[in-house]
């Protein structure tokens, strides 16, 4: 960057902060009776860190577990602290001694992990699968849980790090430290192997007979490695790729590599597999997702009769799933969301053994495709965490929908309501009562935390069952273009996040939003009369919200609050931390109860008149949200911890349709 004279050099911890490091981890769950008996121990463990956080949190994860002063006494006295190897002794030592402590399990799964480039993304769920791949997880019912019970011990032993939510409710991604990588390589020796191909060959560490695990990062097409008789083998390859066309079949030669069991092909923007795939007899794990140029697969992968995770998510020139694959008797994991298939092939209702199956489609076709209502014969699905119904609008009577009977589902998280593709929406124009009755057929259980309905053309999106939903913390009201009123949602006891995009006929949020009625008030009012000592608002209306987006309504022009008829105490929104307001054009005000909310960022975007009245010291709603930290209008900041920024009067009106 050009500052070497302006460099700012990081200091090593103290001691002190190397020690509540450590103690928040090692003293977790314990007495403070317990606390002060190993103290002095303690310190003397946190001092090994040498000021390196990590190796703080490592050795506090350690100790975590170890419940007497002779077991903290082993650690402290360790031989490994004395080490000859200067890498092991001032870099690996704390990570060794939480390695020993793994049970065998463990230990491979971990260092399985090397596989992944470094400051990789890794999902949970596809961890877990490629651990089963590699036969380290039992081949029951039950394999899931005993991967994921694995990854929490790992987790908690501080070798992952930066845990976020994927895309999906209950998905969770992850990485690892580059000092724990290099720790999982290290250990790993010459059963892995990271080749780098660039143009020219790079890092030329050489694939023989010992080698296990490949993986090949390619940053360009103009030279190819091919893999041949040195790597027969081989049990995984990962190819991670920053080319925009890799040709596998010049790359790979799958006739060599016959004991693959997985083979990671995500996102290498490949158009076609080589037909010598079927011989990987051995193959059970296969992504080949995120290749939208992906046009065909070919027959010969159907004979792959051992494959257990097959991965096509977004193959999105994909144009259908052939029959033959049911002939993968033991694929037990179908990952097809992003595709844009017309139905899914009667085929797969004979994969019995399959544990998820992340997409439907419900077909218009109904002898070319398999009937949704006959999935249920695959009765191990009800125990996936994800959903996606495609076309739920095609399901021609409700006998279909209510065969799926989704609310004895008790482990489905996440569940999306597609009823139609998005461009039938605008040919139809009308009012239809069929998606009505198929959304209330569609009843989800309880236990739902995320929930997305979209293209559909009902009246209202208000079904019996949604106020049944006290655990739904997620929901998203797409494309819903004939609803008039919205639901009162302020009702959902749980609900933080809710996305409100494309509801055309929409002209007005009114108190129904906000699920308070006069009835509520009365009752409220004469439960408070009847306690002795009334203290908390007996009516709260969106008690957990934190996010809150309106996106592309245009007929809407009115927001209002509720106006309280009697002196019950009331709070709306009382967590509400962001909202956001985009290509709303004719929408004029905002509530009054918005003044008394904790309001962090607001966020305006292509709506004129609401950008206007936002103003300070000119904008009648400016009192409002006068309190808001940060305010932003056309993504820039107009107020800013506070406080308010002056800005052009070109900046203004609408953004440039390119931004």
């Known amino acids: 960057m050009g500052a070497a004279t302006h460099q700012i050099s990081l200091e090593r911890l103290s001691e002190e902060h190397c020690w509540l490091i450590f103690s928040q981890l090692a003293f977790m769950e314990r007495t403070t009776e317990e606390c002060a008996e190993l103290e002095n121990i303690g310190r003397q463990i946190a001092r090994k860190s040498s000021g390196l956080p990590l190796v703080a949190k490592t050795l506090g994860s350690l100790m975590r577990f170890r419940k007497t002063i ?23 030592a ?62 908690m032993r501080s070798f992952f790090q930066d845990f976020k939510e994927d895309e999906f409710y209950g998905s969770i991604k992850c990485n690892m430290h580059d000092i724990v990588h290099d720790f999982a390589q290290f250990f790993m020796g010459s059963e ?48 991670y790729s920053n080319t925009d066309k890799l040709h596998v079949d010049r790359m790979l030669l799958f006739s060599h590599l016959t004991r693959l069991r997985t083979l990671n092909l995500y996102r290498c923007y490949i158009e076609s597999l080589p037909e010598d795939i079927g011989l990987l007899k051995h193959l059970r794990y296969l992504d080949l997702s995120g290749n939208t140029n992906l046009k065909e697969l070919p027959g010969t992968l159907f004979n792959l009769y051992n494959l257990q995770t097959l991965r096509l998510g977004n193959c999105s020139s994909l144009p259908r799933l052939p029959e033959k694959i049911a ?18 092939p009667k085929g797969i209702a004979k994969l019995t053994g399959l544990l998820t199956l992340d997409m439907w489609v419900v077909p218009k076709e109904r002898k070319t495709y398999l009937d949704v209502g006959d999935l249920k014969m695959l009765k191990y699905l009800q125990f996936q965490s994800f959903l996606c119904i495609k076309r739920c609008a095609s399901m021609g009577n409700l006998d279909e929908s209510e065969k799926i009977n989704l609310s004895s589902w008790q482990h489905l998280l996440d569940l999306t309501l597609r009823f139609r593709e998005t461009g039938e929406l605008y040919e139809i124009g009308e009012i239809l009562d069929a998606d009505t009755e198929i959304l209330e057929s569609l009843q989800p259980h309880p236990n739902l935390k995320a929930l997305d309905i979209s293209d559909y053309l009902g009246a209202t999106v208000s079904p019996t069952w949604m106020m049944s939903l006290t655990n739904l913390t997620s929901l998203e009201l797409n494309f819903c273009t004939k609803c008039e009123i919205l639901p009162p949602l302020g009702k959902l006891p749980s609900l933080v996040s809710l996305v409100i995009c494309c509801l055309d006929s929409l002209k007005k949020v009114g108190p129904e939003f906000l699920g308070i009625t006069e009835r509520d008030e009365e009752d409220h009012g004469t439960a408070r009369r009847d306690q002795d000592t009334p203290s908390e608002p007996s009516i709260i209306s969106f008690p957990r919200l934190k996010k809150l987006t309106f996106d592309w309504i245009e007929e809407w022009k009115v927001w209002e609050g509720y106006r309280m008829t009697t002196t019950t105490p009331t709070k709306i929104m009382p967590c509400l931390h962001s909202l956001k307001i985009t290509k709303c054009h004719n929408l004029e005000t905002l509530p009054d109860f918005l003044q008394m909310t904790p309001l962090q960022n607001l966020s305006v975007k292509k709506s004129k008149i609401l950008q206007r009245n936002v103003q300070k010291g000119t904008g009648k709603e400016w009192y409002k949200i006068s309190h808001v930290l940060n305010i932003q209008i056309n993504k820039k900041y107009v107020q800013k911890n506070g406080v308010w920024i002056q800005k052009d009067e070109s900046d203004d009106g609408e953004t440039s349709s390119s931004e």
């Not at 060959?201 to 103009?222: A, F, I, P, Y």
């Not at 037990?332 to 992003?338: A, H, T, V």
Request: proline fraction near 2%; charge should be negative.
């Open 70 to 92: 002779s077991q903290w006494e082993d650690i402290l006295c360790s031989e490994l602290w004395e080490s000859k190897d200067v890498k092991v002794r001032e870099i690996f």
């Open 94 to 155: 704390p990570f060794l001694l939480s390695y020993y402590d793994l049970t065998p399990l463990q230990k491979r799964c971990f260092l399985y992990c090397s596989v992944f480039p470094k400051d990789y993304n890794i999902g949970r769920d596809d961890l877990i699968e490629m651990w089963m791949s590699q036969g380290y997880l039992s081949q029951t019912i039950n394999s899931k849980k005993e991967g994921r019970d694995c990854f929490e011990s790992l987790a």
């Open 192 to 239: 892995y192997v990271l080749i780098e191909v660039d143009g020219i060959e790079e890092n030329k560490k050489e694939v023989d007979e010992s080698t296990r695990h490949l993986t090949l990062v390619v940053g360009s097409e103009d030279r190819f490695l091919t893999l041949r008789h040195n790597a027969k083998n081989l049990r995984t390859i990962y190819i």
């Open 327 to 344: 002939k993968l008797v033991n694929l037990k994991n179908l990952y097809i969301y992003g595709c844009r298939f017309e139905g899914l």
